[in-house]
T-cell receptor, first 112, second 113 residues
Framework: QQQVKQSPQSLIVQKGGISIINCAYE??????FPWYQQFPGKGPALLIA?????SEKKEGRFTISFNKSAKQFSLHIMDSQPGDSATYFC???????????FGSGTQLTVLP | NAGVTQTPKFQVLKTGQSMTLQCAQD?????MSWYRQDPGMGLRLIHY???????DQGEVPNGYNVSRSTTEDFPLRLLSAAPSQTSVYFC????????????FGPGTRLLVL
């Protein structure tokens, strides 16, 4: 049972464009929503994260938008660069839980 | 700091063989965990530990054993490998049980024939 649904599975964007990856969740107890970036042959690395008390968080070219009522959150990559080509995972965790629930991943390709 | 290290990087096993995937961290992290990554399924938690001598099951623990005798090491044992265990395995560690601070290792790619 997948508690965090991620789309699209793959995404191709031109350099300078905006990349948008969406995630939806069911568990209303989730209170922390990180995004991870994974390059081929490497482990995932924390990119940016948000808590449900804010609707948006921005770090450089990366922005998370959060819609608590719709139970959805998304990652926006502005001015996408070829170096952003990677697999992106959304995730969620609840309270004192010691487990991250991951989405299925989005393979992003930014064309030069 | 070396961070989180994993060995081996790649392993081929025959069905029924056993092996241990090694994970070590030099950041004095209390929390360590093992995930498997399969195409289209993201990462799924196998087992985790909140400190030496304390382990617990994650989402997909069947076929895997763990132990935590030291803070630094958290090995994952496959007792009798099956083709369904073909996957990429990641170890992660963090300062606290709040898993958002996790650091992931480079992974071990396992092929079970």
């Amino acid at each position: 049972q997948q508690q965090v649904k991620q789309s699209p599975q793959s995404l191709i964007v031109q350099k300078g464009g905006i990349s948008i990856i969406n995630c939806a969740y069911e568990n209303t107890a989730f209170d922390y929503f990180p995004w991870y970036q994974q390059f081929p042959g490497k482990g995932p690395a924390l990119l940016i994260a948000i808590r449900p008390d804010v609707s948006e968080k921005k770090e450089g070219r990366f922005t998370i938008s959060f819609n608590k009522s719709a139970k959805q959150f998304s990652l926006h990559i502005m001015d996408s660069q070829p170096g952003d080509s990677a697999t992106y995972f959304c995730a969620a965790t609840a309270g004192s839980a010691r487990q991250l629930t991951f989405g299925s991943g989005t393979q992003l390709t930014v064309l030069p | 700091n070396a961070g989180v290290t994993q060995t081996p990087k790649f392993q081929v096993l025959k069905t029924g063989q056993s092996m241990t995937l090694q994970c070590a961290q030099d950041m004095n992290h209390e929390y360590m965990s093992w995930y498997r990554q399969d195409p289209g399924m993201g990462l799924r938690l196998i087992h985790y530990s909140v400190g030496a001598g304390i382990t617990d099951q994650g989402e997909v623990p069947n076929g895997y054993n763990v132990s935590r005798s030291t803070t630094e090491d958290f090995p994952l044992r496959l007792l009798s490998a099956a083709p369904s265990q073909t996957s990429v395995y990641f170890c992660a560690s963090s300062y606290s049980p709040r898993v958002e601070t996790q650091y992931f290792g480079p992974g071990t790619r396992l092929l079970v024939l």
